[in-house]
């Protein structure tokens, strides 16, 4: 029970969510801006860019915590 609490806590939550939401920041950035030639390393793949976007979110989300 301590864990379910633990998980729904504030910080995680907001880590959570801003993971989420630059993850579809990155999906979207690899949708509309991509990479012409296909050889960027981030850009040129969704996966990447979406798992980039969602390590930058759980990083803004770490440093947003009070």
Known sequence: MNNLRNLASRKNLTRIVFALAGAIAGYAYYHFVGC????????????????YG?????????IKED
Request: with cysteine; hydrophobic share 30%.
């Open 54 to 62: 969602s390590l930058m979110g759980y990083t803004l989300g770490m």
């Open 36 to 51: 012409a030639t296909g050889t960027c390393p981030i850009t040129g793949n969704p996966y990447m860019s979406t798992a």
